[in-house]
């Protein structure tokens, strides 16, 4: 079983530690506050009240040995700095670190954090993409400009197949699977053959601007 530490128990930590608890992983969370550790205590594997900016104290709890760590220190960014550093130190083989802003981001990344998050960003980025496109259920940020789309309820495709459209060529749009929004069932990478029925939602991977440009030749 994979050994997942996440550093820092505020409310993304909490919720990211037993979100993957209940997947399954092993989960040791560390804060230094009481409280937060108390909450979280009967939801993930282990949870310690422990400085995370001393390198000992890191050392001594084991956390060298985990698959995975991921600092979640919500407001204190030298405590983030610190734990990022003291972690590559020690040898965590991957470290995803939050940022609270882009200076912090790359301060992170320059000790060796392997990724960066900025989950309020994230999240606004999706939210705004949803406002903009009622239909576009889902936007995953992903690497650089592309992510993953979900889209649904498209009359004009309704009835037509993927060859027909051709999504790859005229766009640079790939299908990567289409779920049934009846019951969640997914075809992964479809054939060409595949009608588009009403009840589908197509999970598209490309760029921003790709998608962009796809929704605005559906509205015509």
Known sequence: MRQIAVIGLGNFGYYLGKE??????????????QELVQRVRSEISQAIIADSTEKETLHTLGIAQADLAVVTIGTNMLASILTTFHLKELGVKRVYAKALSEEHGQILERI??????????????????????PNMLQYLPSIKDYGIFELDHIESLQGKNLRELDLINRFNIQVIAIRDSRDNRLTFIPK???VIRQEDVLVLLCSNKSMQRFLMALRG
């Open 192 to 194: 060409a053959d595949y």
């Open 20 to 33: 993957l608890y209940r997947r399954g992983f092993d989960v040791i969370g560390l804060d230094i506050q």
């Open 112 to 133: 060796g954090a392997d990724e960066i998050l900025f989950p309020e960003k994230d999240l606004a980025l999706s939210l705004a993409g949803r406002i903009e496109n």
